[in-house]
Each structure stands twice: as C-alpha cells, then as structure tokens.
C-alpha cells in the first residue's frame, strides 16, 4: 500500500471560537500480488481517492486534568460514485468469476464512513478531586517553604487567610494542579503571577 494525503485545518470564528473545521484529500493505492487472505481478489491494484471532513468543538480547559468544558467531533470519509459516472456494468462484473473482470470491479474503492460523532464531557477527565489530605499536603509543602523557623502556627494562619486559600479549594480551577513553586511565590508576591 502507498498513499499520501493533504490536509487543511482553520479555526472558526463562528458559531463561537472553539469551532475548527478540517479537510482532507486523500489518495491510497493497494497493489496486491499472490494476496491470499481476499478471496475476491489476490492479485492487481485498487485505488482510493478520498475526501474527509471534520467538523468539531473543543471547549476543555486543559487535556490532561480536564475540569470542564466540552468537546465534540462530527466526521465524514467518501470517494467519489465512481458507478455513477461510469457506463460499467457492475452487477456482471461482481457476478463473473474471471481475474480480469475482479480487477475491474475494485481497480477504484467506492465507499462513504460517516463515524459516530462523540460529545464527551466527563470521560476526558483524567483526575479525582483531591481529598483533605491532599490538600493538607499543599498547606504544609507552603508553611514549610514560607515560614521562619517557629513562626509555623503564624503562617499557616496567615495562608490559611490570603487570596490563594479559597482558590487553591476551588476545583473549577486548575490552580490545585499547578506547580507549588508558583502558590509559593503567588502567594509571597501577594497577587497572581503570569
């Protein structure tokens, strides 16, 4: 088999900017000598010619822990109706057993694939929500990073009052999963950092 295909892909505007359209020519030719696992043809060349669209939305946060969002995909494959065009008689050809009418009958491959479109929003996310204890572990690698030594109690009070507190808690965000260098120095600069 050899192939080679082109494909264009564009971000759209509209209906909102999580919209993204794909197309694809295709061509692929199977070239089959002694090929003994199709019975209807062991020998001779089938060409494909394909044109693929896809249509899909993806509105996730992040792809590896995603949190919310959505994403769908709606996809469809086909060649050309080659019998259309053609004045073949294709009824004989699939019904005569000689090599050279089988060659004929598949030298172009005829098909469409409409796939199963999917609209997911939970199985994407590959995460749990943190226990108590994850999140204490949190706490204690800042106090441990943050604090001089026995003033421990005071910064943890001190975190525990700050802007990071009720966003680290808060599991609409991504901020639980960030780095703890960044709540680190976040929190010691007193603001988000970019």
Same mark, same amino acid.
């Given at each position: 088999?050899i192939?080679?295909?082109?494909?264009?892909?564009?971000?759209?505007?509209?209906?909102?900017?999580?919209?993204?359209?794909?197309?694809?020519?295709?061509? @692929?030719?199977?070239?089959?000598?002694?090929?003994?696992?199709?019975?209807?043809? @062991?020998?001779?060349?089938?060409?494909?010619?394909?044109?693929?669209?896809?249509?899909?939305?993806?509105?996730?946060?992040?792809?590896?822990?995603?949190?919310?969002?959505?994403?769908f995909?709606?996809?469809? @494959?086909?060649?050309?109706?080659?019998?259309?065009?053609?004045?073949?008689?294709?009824?004989?050809?699939?019904?005569?057993?000689?090599?050279?009418?089988r060659?004929?009958?598949?030298?172009?491959?005829?098909?469409?694939?409409?796939?199963?479109?999917?609209?997911?929003?939970i199985?994407?996310?590959? #995460?749990?929500?943190?226990s #108590?204890?994850?999140?204490?572990?949190?706490?204690?690698?800042?106090?441990?990073?943050?604090?001089?030594?026995?003033?421990?109690?005071?910064?943890?009070?001190?975190?525990?009052t700050?802007?990071?507190?009720?966003?680290?808690?808060?599991?609409?965000?991504?901020?639980?999963? @960030?780095?703890?260098?960044?709540?680190?120095?976040s929190?010691?600069?007193g603001?988000?950092?970019?």
């Amino acid at each position: 088999m050899i192939g080679v295909s082109f494909g264009f892909g564009k971000r759209l505007e509209w209906p909102d900017d999580y919209f993204t359209f794909m197309a694809e020519l295709g061509y @692929q030719a199977y070239i089959l000598k002694n090929w003994e696992y199709l019975y209807y043809m @062991q020998n001779g060349t089938s060409h494909s010619f394909t044109l693929g669209l896809t249509l899909g939305r993806s509105s996730i946060d992040n792809p590896i822990y995603t949190r919310r969002g959505s994403q769908f995909t709606l996809s469809a @494959q086909f060649t050309p109706p080659y019998s259309l065009f053609s004045k073949k008689d294709y009824k004989s050809l699939y019904e005569s057993s000689s090599r050279a009418d089988r060659e004929e009958l598949y030298r172009w491959i005829e098909y469409y694939k409409i796939k199963n479109g999917d609209f997911d929003t939970i199985s994407s996310c590959k #995460y749990s929500v943190p226990s #108590y204890l994850d999140i204490g572990k949190l706490y204690s690698i800042m106090i441990e990073d943050c604090a001089r030594p026995g003033d421990e109690v005071m910064e943890l009070m001190k975190i525990f009052t700050s802007f990071i507190s009720d966003k680290i808690s808060d599991f609409n965000t991504d901020l639980y999963y @960030q780095n703890p260098d960044y709540l680190e120095w976040s929190y010691r600069e007193g603001k988000w950092l970019d």
